[in-house]
């Protein structure tokens, strides 16, 4: 075959691949947008395991009308303006990639509306293409449907697990981002069904205890310690109240989810001689450490996490939940090994 430079279609859904896995990245990018908007009310409405239906609408800032097409432009975005910002990044989003590549793999449907303005717009994308922008009412804030996800893509179709499961991960997404801002109410309704909704009256015990249940949350014991620039505030679980798998860890790094070996590692090392062998804790952690030491740009869901220093941040992390655990139930024998 020749070569040939790929049509723009072709090219925006082999990235959006990056971006978009599965119809939980998808909520997972609005959630971030919804955040980074400074909402305070976030209500989700999946159906179909998130492959019929994905509809985030929140309170926040809203996107003027002028600006409603850049923001699904490729690598548009409100939040970075050069590179050297990316070292004090203080939002969730800022690749401005999220947008684009959920455009690229579905139907969107936006409305969007600032405050002070008299009306609000909508605009409708089909193959990552805007057509109409109108004028609609609405209160300040944004709503994004996304439907039809990866029906022009059926090879990423095929790999979709049932319904049940991609809900599941949809659940694990916002469970995770209602522990990390606790000031936020969030409400899930699956398939017409109200599935999650927190108090979103910023304490973390009364969000975990919706997430986690009543009988974990509210015996969950204070996690606080601060060392220079590091500091750490959660939950972790009584001993008594471990579990059989790692499902019970929701980890953040300014406030960011993020999944990290070091600190996984760190609270199951904290937990050594406090539970049975085979059995783990349930922990929310927030650790809060200057954006420089970390570096979050390795892989476009953002996930990942690297530290400048893992074994400072590991100890760190260690001492701060064994020094909880041993507070709430010292065990003498223990508290001299620690
Ligand atoms: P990023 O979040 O990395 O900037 P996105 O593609 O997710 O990129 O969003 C592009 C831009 O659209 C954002 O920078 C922001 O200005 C705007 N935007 C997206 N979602 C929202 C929202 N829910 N409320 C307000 N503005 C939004
Ligand atoms: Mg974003």
């Given amino acids: 075959m020749p070569i040939r430079v790929l049509d723009h279609q072709t090219v925006a859904r082999i990235a959006a691949g990056e971006v978009v896995e599965r119809p939980a990245s998808v909520v997972k990018e609005l959630l ?30 809203g996107i003027l009308s002028d600006e409603l097409p850049l923001a699904f ?15 004090s990044i203080g939002t969730l989003g800022f690749r401005g990639e999220a947008l684009g590549s959920i455009a690229a793999v579905a ?24 057509d109409i ?58 398939d017409g069904r109200d599935t999650l909704m927190t108090p979103g009256n910023g304490k973390l ?7 986690l249940g009543h009988h974990v949350a509210a015996r969950m014991i204070e996690i606080s310690a601060v060392d220079g620039s590091f500091s750490i505030a959660g939950l972790v679980s009584a001993p008594e109240n471990s579990r059989a798998n790692r499902t019970g ?17 760190a609270i199951e090392e ?15 952690i927030n650790l809060r450490l200057p954006p420089s030491d970390t570096d979050i740009n390795i892989h476009p869901a953002k996930t990942e996490i690297k530290f400048r220093e893992d074994g400072k941040v590991f100890e760190f992390v260690r001492q701060a939940v064994r020094a909880a655990l041993l507070g709430e139930a010292p065990v003498p024998s223990l508290a001299v090994a620690a």
Wanted: aromatic share 6%; glycine share 10%; proline share 3%.
């Fill in 32 to 61: 971030e947008n919804s955040i980074d908007a400074g909402s305070h009310r976030i209500d989700i409405e999946i159906k179909g395991g998130g492959a019929g239906l994905i509809k985030v609408s929140d309170d926040g800032c």
């Fill in 133 to 190: 922008v109108r004028p609609i009412a609405r209160a300040c804030g944004t709503t994004i449907s996304v439907s039809h996800l990866f029906r022009e893509v059926p090879a990423r179709l095929k790999f979709l697990k049932s319904d049940t499961t991609e809900t599941g991960h949809i659940v694990t997404v916002v469970s995770n981002y209602s522990l990390a801002y606790p000031e936020v109410r969030f409400k899930l309704i699956v």
């Fill in 205 to 211: 015990r009364d969000t975990a205890i919706e997430i």
């Fill in 270 to 284: 904290a937990c050594h001689g406090l539970l049975t062998v085979g059995r783990y804790p349930n922990a929310i």
């Fill in 73 to 87: 432009a490729r690598h548009a975005t409100s939040k970075l303006s050069s590179f050297d910002d990316l070292s």
């Fill in 249 to 265: 860890l929701f980890l953040f790094v300014n406030r960011r989810w993020v999944r990290s070996h070091i600190l996984s590692r």
């Fill in 107 to 130: 139907e969107v449907e936006v409305t969007t509306a600032v405050s002070g303005s008299p009306s609000g717009k909508m605009m409708s994308l089909r193959g990552g293409r805007g």
